[in-house]
C-alpha cells in the first residue's frame, strides 16, 4: 500500500504547482482540530479528500470544501489525475464519485472554479457534460486568463449563480499576485 498522504501531497504538487493550500488543506482533512487556522481564515466547516489508486499508486485526488456561510453548497478542489490515468474513464469515475458523496450529504449545488485555458479543456466538457452550469469571474490583478465557476444543482434544481450569492468570499486557492517593486 503506498504512503497515501505523501503521494496525494506530490501528485496535488505536480497538477496544481501554482498553488500552495493544497499541502495544509490535505493535512486539515485528516486533522482538521489541528489546522483549524487553515479552515478558519478561508471560513471553512471541513475539508475531505479521497484519493483514487490505481496499480498500487496514487492516481487522481479531489476534496470537498465546506464554506461556513453556505452550508447547503460543497466547492469541489484540487480534483485531478496523474497524467498516465487520463483518457480511460477514470476522471469521470472519480467525478461522478464525488458528485455522489455531496448528494449524500444532501448538498443542493456542487460548485468548482477552473480557468478556461486549454489544458482544462477536457475536464471543463466533462464537467459540461455532468450538467454543470458556467460562469466568467472577474480576473484578479496581473491574470491574463478567463477563470470560470462552474455549478452543478443536486437538488433537481438550477442553482443560484455564485456571482448572486451574497456574501460570497473570493474563490479558495486563488490569491491576487503580489507585486514587488523593481
Given at each position: 500500500m503506498p504512503d497515501t498522504l505523501v503521494e496525494t501531497q506530490r501528485l496535488a504538487a505536480e497538477l496544481f504547482p501554482w498553488?500552495?493550500?493544497?499541502?495544509?488543506?490535505?493535512?486539515?482533512?485528516?486533522?482538521?482540530?489541528?489546522?483549524?487556522?487553515?479552515?478558519?481564515?478561508?471560513?471553512?466547516?471541513?475539508v475531505r479528500f479521497w484519493t483514487s489508486i490505481q496499480n498500487g499508486q496514487v492516481a487522481g485526488l479531489a476534496g470537498l470544501y465546506n464554506y461556513?456561510?453556505?452550508?447547503?453548497?460543497?466547492?469541489?478542489?484540487?480534483?485531478?489525475?496523474?497524467?498516465?490515468?487520463?483518457?480511460?474513464g477514470k476522471g469521470a469515475e472519480l467525478l461522478d464519485w464525488v458528485i455522489a458523496e455531496a448528494r449524500a450529504e444532501q448538498k443542493r449545488v456542487l460548485r468548482l472554479w477552473t480557468t478556461a485555458e486549454e489544458e482544462y479543456a477536457?475536464?471543463?466538457?466533462?464537467?459540461?457534460?455532468?450538467g454543470f452550469l458556467s460562469e466568467p469571474w472577474s480576473a484578479l490583478p496581473g491574470e491574463t486568463w478567463q477563470t470560470l465557476v462552474?455549478?452543478?444543482?443536486l437538488d433537481g434544481c438550477e442553482p443560484t449563480t455564485w456571482a448572486q450569492r451574497s456574501p460570497h468570499g473570493e474563490l479558495c486557492g486563488r490569491e491576487a499576485p503580489q507585486l514587488v517593486a523593481a
Open positions: 498553488e500552495h493550500d493544497h499541502q495544509a488543506a490535505l493535512l486539515a482533512a485528516i486533522a482538521p482540530g489541528s489546522h483549524a487556522a487553515f479552515l478558519r481564515d478561508r471560513g471553512l466547516a471541513s461556513a456561510a453556505h452550508p447547503e453548497e460543497t466547492w469541489l478542489a484540487w480534483y485531478g489525475l496523474h497524467a498516465t490515468a487520463r483518457g480511460c477536457k475536464a471543463i466538457a466533462l464537467y459540461r457534460k455532468r462552474l455549478s452543478l444543482g
